[in-house]
């Protein structure tokens, strides 16, 4: 049975386009919560990239994400899903 996960959709700052990505997993740390995605046209792919973002702010309507601009923030956030998952092969770049 395939495992469903949930969808979100980011609207592109450059663009009014929308992108279907999926949630992989999440972490709450330090009272932040993280988010692990991937694109939804690439998730079957082994070798396709996720990405890890950050809850900026949020309200009834809308969550806004960030990517992590703190290099011993994405590391450490990047230990916290290793210790949730090793399905997971993190290069971070």
């Known amino acids: 049975m395939e495992e469903e996960f949930e969808s979100i ?6 663009s009014e386009e929308k992108v279907e990505f999926i949630i992989l997993d999440y972490v709450v740390w330090n009272e932040q919560t993280y988010i ?3 694109e939804k ?3 079957e792919d082994d070798e396709a990239d996720a ?6 702010e949020s309200n009834a309507d809308d969550v806004i ?3 992590i601009e703190d290099e011993n923030e ?6 916290k899903f290793r210790e949730r ?9």
């Not at 959709?9 to 450059?14: G, V």
């Open 74 to 79: 994405l590391y450490q956030v990047v230990e």
């Open 36 to 38: 692990l995605v991937i």
């Open 65 to 67: 994400y960030e990517t």
């Open 85 to 93: 998952s090793d399905e997971y092969d993190f290069d971070v770049e």
């Open 41 to 43: 046209d690439v998730v």
């Open 51 to 56: 990405i890890i973002l950050k809850e900026k």
């Open 9 to 14: 959709y980011f609207k592109m700052e450059d």
